[in-house]
């Protein structure tokens, strides 16, 4: 959220936790500002969401850092955004890596300890939610942080359980029907089915929907929906 797509007020009624745009790849101090005091309105989880450090490709291209360059990197966005709660009167909540710089880390320790690191710099307390069974989660457990698993409504797996790529034309799911399936899937099987056709095993501790799709809104209506009428409690990690 805070990623300038104007639909923030919409979707924060269904949800249990945020991502905010940091600055790097969209928004600024004032959209920070303005989402943080959304997420309060509602209850909702304050998460960081910091990325490279690229607005024009929206912070979906993979750029090459030095271990310390992704350090400061983190380091500096989710200071920002934690900065801005502490003057608000709420609290960061956790810290969710964007785009890029999240698929990268999955498949990279040596990255997801850098930005672990910085995570724990700033406060050990916080979250960091990762890609179920990547690199993103098993580093930060060696660091003591406690982890969030994610799965993704809107994306499709591959045998591997990484996402597929965006550059493929089945990466997105559009279909409502399909979406709801693989949430039930992931919720009451910790299985996701790869675009192979592929029983992959997960944790879903959080399940991610993009705040820039397309059907954004209506996936996150219909998940509240769905999840109620499972009597499937959605909150925050704690």
Do not use: W
């Not at 700033?122 to 939610?129: C, D, E, G, K, S």
């Not at 993103?136 to 591997?160: C, H, M, N, Q």
């Not at 039930?184 to 790869?194: E, I």
């Not at 954004?216 to 929906?225: E, I, L, P, Q, S």
């Amino acid at each position: 959220m805070g990623e300038g797509v104007a639909n923030d007020a919409t979707l924060m009624p269904f949800i249990s936790s945020a991502n905010i745009a940091c600055g790097a790849h969209a928004g600024d101090e004032d959209t920070m500002q303005q989402t943080v005091a959304l997420a309060m309105q509602y209850s909702v989880a304050i998460g960081a969401h910091p990325s490279f450090d690229d607005k024009e490709n929206f912070g979906r291209t993979e750029m090459q850092l030095t271990t310390a360059e992704a350090y400061t990197l983190v380091l500096q966005q989710v200071q920002l955004l934690d900065k801005i709660c502490m003057t608000a009167g709420a609290t960061l909540h956790h810290v969710k890596p964007h785009g890029a710089l999240y698929n990268m880390a999955a498949k990279d320790a040596t990255l997801s300890a850098a930005i672990a690191q910085a995570v724990f710099d700033i406060n050990p307390a916080f979250i960091l939610y990762g890609l179920s069974g990547s690199h993103l989660i098993s580093e930060v457990k060696k660091l003591g942080l406690k982890t969030a698993s994610e799965v993704f409504a809107d994306r499709t797996y591959r045998d591997d359980g990484s996402l597929t790529p965006r550059s493929q034309s089945n990466a997105l799911i559009e279909d409502e029907a399909i979406a709801m399936k693989q949430i039930l899937q992931f919720v009451q099987q910790k299985t996701v089915t790869g675009t192979s056709g592929k029983i992959i095993s997960l944790q879903a501790d959080t399940i991610c929907i993009h705040g820039d799709g397309k059907h954004a809104v209506a996936f996150a209506k219909r998940t509240a929906t769905l999840l109620k009428e499972k009597n499937i409690l959605i909150e925050s990690i704690r």
